[in-house]
């Protein structure tokens, strides 16, 4: 079975701290994948990343960074966090390529205060 | 700009009863995918749909996609309270894969 994990269930950080949100897939999937979920807008990407330290930008990149050093992690990172980025963070993985399955984690309820 | 758009946002159904979701997308795709979502759990893949025409079907769901229409279904048949979820479609928006996701449908089934 396909399997991605997250670092966190849930976490609680305070405006303006750094925040690491890691995630780690075992199916050597090339493609990794940062989505936040937010009630009333479904799922919007964050980034994503198709190879080892290549990031692409999603549609609200804003406020975050990615980094990708190994091909089964790939973090999600807050640089100074602010209330607005309070959400749930998936994180999904894939084959390279057309047509293929992401695969979710389990997700991450991040609160900022 | 990809905008997926589903409809009814939420939607609460009898047990026995048939019931459509839709899923509208504005532009060409020949990938479509389904997903659920139970309360406070992640993602879980239903159905990827390939192909003009394609139609999977599992258990009491079944889910077709018309590239021409830019329009898929998700058919409920004979629904059970077990199949209340969240349910997401999504297009596939980029040259690597990446999707773009409907606000889903809440779907509620009561006895």
């Known amino acids: 079975d396909v399997k991605v994990t997250q670092s966190s269930r849930y976490l609680v950080k305070r405006t303006g701290e750094k925040v690491f949100l890691e995630c780690v897939q075992d199916m050597d999937h090339e493609n990794m994948f940062w989505y936040r979920q937010d009630p009333g807008l479904g799922l919007r990407l964050i980034y994503f990343?198709?190879?080892?330290?290549m990031k692409e930008k999603g549609d609200i990149p804003e406020g975050y960074s990615v980094s990708r050093e190994k091909k089964e992690r790939f973090s999600l990172i807050l640089e100074s966090a602010s209330t607005n980025q309070t959400s749930m963070y998936l994180c999904?993985?894939?084959?390279w390529g057309l047509g293929r399955t992401q695969f979710f984690g389990p997700g991450t309820r991040l609160t900022v205060l | 700009e990809l905008k997926v758009e589903q409809n009814p946002l939420f939607l609460s159904m009898q047990e026995g009863k048939n019931y459509t979701i839709y899923c509208n997308y504005s532009t060409t795709s020949d990938r479509l995918y389904w997903y659920r979502q139970d309360p406070g759990k992640s993602l879980e893949s239903l159905f990827v749909l390939l192909s003009n025409g394609a139609v999977k079907q599992e258990g009491r769901l079944m889910a077709s996609l018309d590239t021409k229409a830019r329009l898929s279904t998700l058919h409920i048949t004979a629904a059970v309270h077990d199949l209340s979820a969240t349910y997401f479609c999504a297009v596939e928006g980029g040259s690597q894969g990446n999707l773009i996701f409907g606000k889903g449908t809440k779907l509620s089934v009561k006895p």
């Open positions: 990343s198709y190879d080892v330290k």
């Open positions: 999904a993985s894939s084959l």
